[in-house]
């Protein structure tokens, strides 16, 4: 019972520090002049990433790998299923007027390479260095196109940016930053270790840990996010916030990651996991494509697949 209980702690401190570290950083860049349309595509899309990347850097370490690698493959598929499946049972989520296509067509691209360098058997600092050029250039493309907007007016709204207040005093910042930083290797390494004594105890694999408790501890701020725009009506950021989290998890946990170390890639995932990801991944396209909402028959349909995934693999 201790480790349930440790590892909750353990996601606990990870939520509260992750967030801390994104409200420290976001305002920290504003008061230093760093454009809100830069912070809303870089430093808020990384911070919202730092507990999967503590996880995978603190499960390469204590040589759970499964770990790492179930956790961004368990989050991308609870994030798709679980994610927008429960908001849209709340409110339907109305995707017919988003646009959301070139940064979908990127997920899809980042989750085909991702399975394909799985294939190698092994995700090595060549993978990484693959995955992290195909994030520059997501990155790269985006501040193009935030940068044209700007140009032509539309600048980014800090209303946009909820961590954002360019009025913060720097000790309150500096607060913010102490916390997350010390925050998240401590939640981190309580998560994962706790998280192996349970898998151990109960004779599951450290991948099935990782593709479902650590998978969808993490993924909770992304469904609270996406509760809230369901209920506003702003299911722009719903599916925005789903495809940019997808994209973050393969290119930039995985590519940081093995700069600590390999990480082995479980026969499990190349026979079922990677390719429920992709399936998730594809249900989308109605959606993005073809101007079909996410309803409430349909949150109901995503979320009794993930159901189903996580009963099937339990057993």
């Known amino acids: 019972m201790i480790e349930w209980l440790l590892s909750a702690l353990g996601l606990c401190i990870l939520l509260l520090a992750g967030d801390a570290l994104v409200r420290g950083a976001v305002n920290l860049s504003l008061r230093l002049g760093v454009p809100a349309m830069i912070v809303s595509l870089t430093i808020v899309a990384f911070g919202t990433s730092a507990p999967e990347l503590l996880i995978a850097v603190s499960a390469i370490k204590d040589n759970a790998p499964g770990i790492a690698l179930g956790n961004v493959v368990g989050s991308n598929t609870a994030n798709i299923l679980l994610v927008l499946g429960i908001p849209a049972m709340l409110s339907a ?4 007027q988003c ?23 092994t995700f090595t600092l060549v993978s990484g260095l693959i995955l992290l050029t195909m994030l520059a250039l997501f990155l790269a493309d985006n501040m193009r196109d935030a940068h044209a907007h700007h140009k032509a007016g539309e600048c ?11 009025d913060m005093p720097y000790w309150r910042v500096a607060i913010y930053l102490v916390i997350g930083l010390i925050g998240l ?31 969808v501890g993490t993924s909770l701020p992304e469904l609270a996010t996406t509760v809230m725009a369901a209920l506003r009506r702003q299911a722009d950021v719903a599916l925005g916030n789903v495809i940019g ?21 479980d026969p499990a995932f190349l026979r079922l996991d990677l390719w429920v990801m992709l399936a998730a991944s594809l249900l989308l396209i109605p959606f993005v494509f073809f101007k079909v909402d996410i309803t409430r028959i349909w949150g109901v349909a995503l979320t009794a697949l993930y159901a189903i995934y996580v009963v099937f693999i339990l057993s």
């Open 93 to 96: 989520l109305h995707t017919s």
């Open 99 to 121: 646009q959301s296509r070139k940064n979908y067509v990127v997920m899809l691209l980042a989750s085909v390479v991702f399975i394909a360098l799985a294939f190698w058997g």
């Open 156 to 166: 980014v709204d800090l209303d946009e940016i909820e961590e954002a207040d360019p």
């Open 185 to 215: 290797p401590i939640g981190a390494h309580l998560l994962v270790e706790n998280a192996s004594l349970i898998a151990r105890t109960y004779g599951i694999s450290d991948t099935v840990i990782g593709l479902t408790l650590v998978a």
């Open 245 to 265: 989290s997808n994209i973050f998890n393969l290119l930039a946990i995985v590519g940081i990651a093995t700069f600590i170390g390999e990480i082995p890639v």
